[in-house]
């Protein structure tokens, strides 16, 4: 069974930069996208982009000038680094998986359990 | 700001059909397909229906979706109180080039 797992930093200060890994467990991230989605405190989900496991990516337009994200096949990992971050980028963070089908028509089958982030100044 | 609306809240008792509404537009639920998640607060959130009306292994046949137009409906019929959760809609948006989410809709059991 496909397991999703993120790690990174609780807390992270003001104007610096978020860093995030998701470690995939029981398969591969080969033929798969990493997408990362994020849940504010009291507001819904938030998709911030994904990365296939050849290193294409597309990120939200709303995040997109401060996300990169990369992938690590040797490692079974994704990664999501988002810049300069300020109080509203406080949120759960989850990593998630998705075939291949083009407008992630499948959905995002395989969750991680989410990790929450702090910005603090 | 969400494209996808869905209503805050619905109810239901034990044993009760309860159907959840996402309007979206011509650029998402309209051209593309949706997909239906349900989250349980501090858990990961699950699958439930992709592809409009499709069923992951593991998903009851409690669980149904359906798209009409630029609307997708989620019903869950015979309401357990392990339902209880927020659901949430998502369909890829041409227009802005991303999978967008709805608002959600938190499902009370009685």
């Known amino acids: 069974q496909v397991h999703l797992q993120e790690s990174g930093p609780e807390l992270v200060k003001a104007s610096e930069t978020l860093s995030l890994i998701c470690t995939v467990s029981?398969?591969?991230?080969?033929?798969?996208?990493g997408s990362w989605i994020r849940q504010s405190p009291g507001q819904g989900l938030e998709w911030i982009g994904y990365?296939?496991?050849?290193?294409?990516?597309l990120y939200n337009s709303a995040l997109k000038s401060r996300v990169t994200m990369s992938v690590d096949t040797s490692k079974n990992q994704f990664s999501l680094n988002l810049f300069s971050v300020t109080a509203a980028d406080t949120a759960v963070y989850y990593c998630?998986?998705?075939?291949?089908?083009?407008?992630?028509?499948?959905?995002?089958?395989?969750w991680g359990q989410g990790t929450t982030v702090t910005v603090y100044s | 700001q969400s494209v996808l609306t869905q209503p805050p809240a619905a109810s239901g008792t034990p044993g009760q059909r309860v159907t959840l509404s996402c309007s979206g537009s011509?650029?998402?639920?309209?051209?593309?397909?949706v997909n239906w998640y349900q989250h349980l607060p501090g858990t990961a959130p699950k699958l439930l229906i992709y592809?409009?009306?499709q069923r992951p292994s593991g998903v009851p046949d409690r669980f149904s979706g359906s798209k009409s137009g630029t609307s997708g409906s989620l019903a869950i019929s015979g309401l357990q109180s392990e339902d209880e959760a927020d659901y949430y809609c998502?369909?890829?948006?041409?227009?802005?080039?991303?999978?967008?989410f709805g608002t959600g809709t938190k499902v009370t059991v009685l």
């Open positions: 998630a998986r998705h075939d291949a089908i083009p407008v992630m028509e499948h959905g995002l089958d395989v």
């Open positions: 029981g398969g591969s991230v080969n033929y798969y996208y």
């Open positions: 990365i296939f496991y050849l290193g294409n990516t």
């Open positions: 011509s650029s998402n639920i309209g051209r593309n397909y």
């Open positions: 592809s409009n009306n």
């Open positions: 998502a369909a890829w948006d041409d227009g802005l080039n991303s999978y967008v």
